[in-house]
């Protein structure tokens, strides 16, 4: 069956579309729980929160899910735009259970006092010994939550559902499709799926990470899970929500007092410190352009200033990061990168039984973060499965996160993302 490849133009995608919703009036929007799957740990947890943003009354919904250490408010400024430009499509950006664990009270209140309560530590933290259950919440625990919200947005087949996410977010989307629902293929829920600079089989590859667990490997990984490393704290800087807290806090100082010398600098660990006095959007700019601390979490500032990624930082209902990750989430996606149902995916118990059935368009970005591994990867899974509508996109200069923050003029993701929606939605 031939492959439809829709090669699009950066400049003239935004040319096309930059300015379409100049003054547009404030979409509706509202952060609400959702109920979850039954998974280990108390019920209370058993929900997730998703940010709807745009007319419930629409057709199509785009529900979004977040990737590593990302939350719902990532994708705030860019659900606020496509539902602007696309009154017939509402976006979900779903928070996974794990936000459930967050105490992010403090920052609803002024910038000072939610410093005092958080670097005076009197927030509520959790430690493995407090959620020991969060070792079990895998990337079935995840697509078993997912699930409820899909079916939900798709309110008894009277709307389309797309499916989308960035980075591992891709891959859970992809997953999603793939997985077996006790005899229901999943990607017959889906009217198309969305992968925002991630994906399977090697779509992380261009930024030095490939994934091809052994069972010997995935057993000792359960064995330090087991053991209590029920936390992913490749972000730590102390405990392991510090990182998130310090980020936000900058946020919450520049959106608020942008001028003044930075409250939170001298907070940060020595290795990420500013060497000279900055003041609290200089933090920000420091933490994401000049000094991030991987690359996955930079901007270009071409695309996204400092002002706009303050305001995403600070929130502060949803977030832009989460607080705790589970390392069996970790290696359930790591397992699942081969897209197939190997040994080590029925190991861990991914039920990736039909990915070579999946036939609904297809959209792929790619930022310069992964030189041009993940549209490789997408098209390689357009090749292995029945998928004839595929659209590609890329614009090198972006960072991994400049496709959820950029100003929508800049936007190349935006500006590709919003024709694809509305061919969907026969708009």
């Not at 990984?221 to 807290?245: K, N």
């Not at 980020?247 to 500013?274: F, N």
């Not at 899974?381 to 100003?407: C, F, K, W």
Request: proline share 7%.
């Amino acid at each position: 069956m031939r492959t439809l490849k829709r090669m699009i133009c950066a400049i003239t995608a935004v040319l096309a579309v930059a300015g379409a919703t100049a003054g547009a009036a404030a979409v509706r929007e509202a952060y609400e729980p959702m109920p979850g799957a039954d998974a280990p740990g108390p019920a209370a947890d058993d929900r997730v929160h998703v940010l709807k943003v745009g007319s419930p009354g629409a057709r199509q919904v785009v529900v979004l899910v977040p990737g590593q250490f990302g939350a719902a408010g990532g994708f705030a400024p860019l659900a606020r735009e496509l539902a602007a430009r696309l009154p017939g499509t509402q976006i979900w950006a779903v928070d996974r259970r794990e936000q459930n664990l967050t105490d992010l009270r403090g920052f609803r209140r002024s910038p000072d006092r939610a410093a005092d309560y958080y670097l005076g530590e009197h927030y509520r933290a959790q430690t493995p010994q407090t959620v020991p259950y969060v070792g079990q919440w895998g990337l079935g625990v995840e697509l078993a939550d997912l699930r409820r919200v899909v079916l939900a947005a798709a309110d008894g087949g009277r709307r389309r559902v797309i499916l989308g996410g960035h980075s591992w977010g891709a891959t859970t989307a992809l997953a999603y499709a793939g997985w077996d629902f006790d005899g229901h293929p999943g990607y017959r829920d889906l009217a198309g799926l969305v992968l925002i600079d991630g994906g399977v089989h090697d779509a992380f590859a261009g930024e030095g990470y490939t994934y091809r667990l052994t069972a010997d490997q995935a057993d000792a990984r359960l064995a330090e899970i087991a053991g209590g490393e029920v936390f992913d704290e490749s972000l730590t800087m102390g405990r392991t929500e510090t990182f998130a807290i310090l980020q936000q806090l900058a946020g919450k100082y520049a959106a608020a007092l942008p001028d003044e010398p930075s409250a939170v600098a001298r907070h940060l660990p020595p290795g990420l410190r500013p060497s000279a006095q900055v003041t609290n959007e200089g933090l920000v700019e420091w933490l994401f352009v000049t000094h991030p601390l991987v690359p996955d979490i930079s901007v270009n500032p071409a695309y996204t200033s400092a002002a706009a990624l303050a305001r995403a930082l600070a929130g502060p209902v949803p977030s832009l990061f989460e607080w705790y990750w589970p390392n069996r989430l970790s290696l359930d996606l790591e397992a699942a990168d081969p897209f197939d149902d190997t040994r080590v995916a029925r190991k861990l118990g991914l039920r990736l039984s039909h990915t070579r059935e999946i036939d609904v368009p297809l959209y792929s970005f790619q930022s310069g973060l992964t030189h041009g591994s993940a549209n490789t990867a997408a098209a390689w899974v357009v090749g292995q499965s029945r998928i004839t509508d595929v659209t590609y996109a890329e614009d090198n200069a972006m960072t991994h996160l400049d496709p959820l923050l950029a100003a929508p003029a800049k936007n190349t993701f935006l500006n590709t993302l919003t024709p694809f929606l509305a061919r969907l939605a026969g708009q």
